[in-house]
């Protein structure tokens, strides 16, 4: 108990007598980062591990109270193993987190050094679409698998090194094509950059989502886990069902029909403003001409 008290006395005195803004603003920002960092914890399995932690801080407060010195002691000398092991158990979640952060490109969305890049670029057709919808539809009456991803702002080179270079237009007739049954190319993923497809049979990480359904398959898990580890989306299409599933940022979207398909992949088209304006315009001068 002495020790406990003269830790606590030990950390008042350590506190300034008089408080400046730079202290307020620092509690903010703890505040803020402590706050997400448990938000982050919740949706992950490091949630049951903290909550083994603070039984263990518990009985270590309990023995800090009793003077049991030599509990102390094991405590405090295997801290430093604790940590360690922390880190290499939630390697995986701790990756991730680190993956998200880069993906919020706090640096170019102060100063937009590439801007006129990305809306050139970054952008595909509607007609791409269009083509991406039609072949899944009719890969899906006729049950089809498919795995379609479609790239956005982070690059997917990686992952086309995996598999064979095609480097052709998006037509639903050669996604169809390519994922025709007992063909070369139709095992594995297609990706889709612009308006092209660049390659195919491309390998993808599988999902270790445990709340994933037990019934769904390689394909599908595969799609979760692209969508995990980089900002594509991906179309699956069921060998089993024929049905239509999205996924993106980690969700996965089923049964989808085609209007659904379609306003999913508006979401990452990335139009200019202007040509979304002018498309407003022109309907609302078509609906005053009617």
Not at 40 to 48: G, H, L, Y
Not at 53 to 60: E, K
Request: aromatic letters at 8%.
């Amino acid at each position: 108990m002495s020790q406990f008290n003269e830790f606590i006395e030990t950390y008042l005195a350590r506190i300034p007598r008089s408080i400046r803004w730079v202290d307020c603003v620092e509690i903010l920002l703890i505040t803020f980062l402590v706050y997400h960092i448990l938000v982050w914890i919740k949706n992950t399995r490091a949630w049951s591990l903290l909550k083994g932690f603070m039984v263990i801080a518990g009985f270590i407060l309990v023995a800090a109270f009793f003077e049991m010195n030599t509990i102390l002691w094991i405590a405090q000398n295997a801290f430093g193993v604790a940590v360690t092991a922390v880190v290499v158990i939630l390697q995986p979640e701790l990756r991730k987190a680190l993956e998200e952060l880069g993906r919020k490109n706090i640096i170019s969305s102060i100063v937009p050094f590439d801007t006129n890049r990305s809306l050139e670029e970054g952008r595909f057709s509607d007609k791409t679409i269009n083509e991406i919808v039609k072949a899944c539809m009719e890969m899906g009456k006729v049950k089809t698998g498919a795995l379609i991803v479609v790239e956005q702002n982070q690059s997917l080179s990686e992952y086309e090194r995996t598999g064979i270079e095609v480097d052709g237009i998006v037509t639903s007739q050669l996604i169809i094509n390519i994922f025709e049954k007992n063909t070369p190319l139709h095992d594995g993923a297609v990706i889709v950059r612009g308006n092209r497809i660049t390659s195919a049979t491309c390998y993808l990480p599988l999902s270790d989502n445990m709340a994933l359904s037990k019934e769904l398959g390689t394909r599908h898990r595969a799609g979760v886990g692209i969508s995990e580890a980089t900002d594509s989306m991906t179309v699956i299409v069921s060998e089993e069902t024929g049905k239509i599933s999205v996924a993106y940022k980690g969700k996965l979207d089923r049964n989808l029909d085609a209007e659904r398909l379609k306003e999913k992949l508006k979401l990452i088209q990335n139009k200019p403003e202007e040509e979304t304006r002018k498309r407003i315009v022109w309907k609302g001068w078509s609906k005053g001409e009617k």
